[in-house]
């Protein structure tokens, strides 16, 4: 049996519930992992999208000619992006 898990108390009957406790600090820390390697293959896939639409390292100026849009939002949004 895993460390995480242990068996819950005898039943008034003498027998073993089915029951587990899990411990809580390791859920948690799982979580918070499975979360984290969420967000990472998340970032991985939009530098992937990114690389393949052609902007790697663009100028706000190029890449608002590029896609029709007012360089000052452009700068902005890879402003965030760079976060």
Do not use: N
Not at 26 to 45: M, N
Request: glycine share 8%.
């Amino acid at each position: 049996m895993h460390a995480a898990w242990k068996t819950g108390a005898p039943l008034e009957d003498g027998t073993m519930s089915m029951a587990m406790r899990v411990d809580r600090a390791k859920l948690e820390a799982f979580a918070q992992k499975a979360i984290a390697d969420v967000g990472s293959t998340l970032t991985t896939l939009m530098c992937t999208l990114g690389d393949r639409l052609g902007l790697r390292d663009p100028t706000s100026a190029k890449l608002a000619t590029r896609c029709g849009l007012h360089e000052r939002y452009v700068r902005g949004l890879l402003r965030l992006a760079q976060a």
